[in-house]
């Protein structure tokens, strides 16, 4: 024990900068602890208010002896109501996703909501997936109570891992990009702007696309169905002044007798 003693007794300056290098660690951890157990707080609150807003499933059971025939015209048309509520409710939430995949300018704005390498964003997708796999053909699908209770709450979980996904990718923006790269950024949406504005010509709309590509090359993978509808959008907005200007001038009209 000798030798360690020594040994501290020549380095017992070491003490201070390992001390500090501990205290930040436990503070990162601390730090990442907080961040966790408030992503939990948000899925929990979000996830109670729109169960509490959704319809609740009426108990499993047989048909009451007397139950009359108006009473399974109404009860068959609540049911169905129910299902086009919960077939709404999974809409709009794809509604609201696809204006992310296919709105570069929002890929651009927020690159955290088309990156699957995002935990949250991750959550998100597999929530979707489940619910996309339990979705019925119609509000006319006969379900069981149980089945119906489970879609009804894989769409409840895709609702609340969006709203999570998005306030996250919003807080974050380009906060993970390098000063460099967020340039980029801002140079593609500069660019982006001029792609689409029927005030350019031709040839500046096709040379902005151009560069839009090349900025966002290595930053941000664009999905196949968004270039189709950014080249779409180009594409309309150079054709539009050309097909007005490409009609030929009316023949006169034939001299009258």
Known sequence: ?????????????LVFPIGGMMAGAGNAWERRSRLRHRRRLEVIKAKGELKAAH????????????????????????QKERMARVLAAHDA???KWLEYELDVAKVIAYPAMSDGRQPLTAAFL???????????????????????AEYRDAVTDCEVAFDVAE?????LKDASFTPVERKRLDTAQQLLAVAIDQAATPAE???????VRQELDGLISLSDDAIDALE??????IA??????SHPPASPPPPTT
């Open 240 to 245: 539009s002044p050309q097909r007005e200007s």
């Open 1 to 13: 024990m000798q030798p360690f003693f020594d040994f501290l007794g020549s380095y017992w300056w």
């Open 55 to 78: 319809s609740q499933v009426p108990a499993a059971g047989a048909v009451a002896a007397g139950q009359t025939a108006d009473e399974d015209i109404v009860r068959a048309q609540s």
């Open 232 to 237: 779409k959008r180009v594409a309309h907005e």
């Open 93 to 95: 939430v794809i509604k």
């Open 205 to 211: 709309r096709q040379l902005a696309y151009k560069r």
């Open 126 to 148: 597999r929530a979707k997936k489940v619910a996309d796999n339990l979705r019925p053909e119609s509000d006319t699908a006969k379900l069981t109570p149980e089945l119906f």
């Open 167 to 171: 306030r996250d990718a919003r807080r």
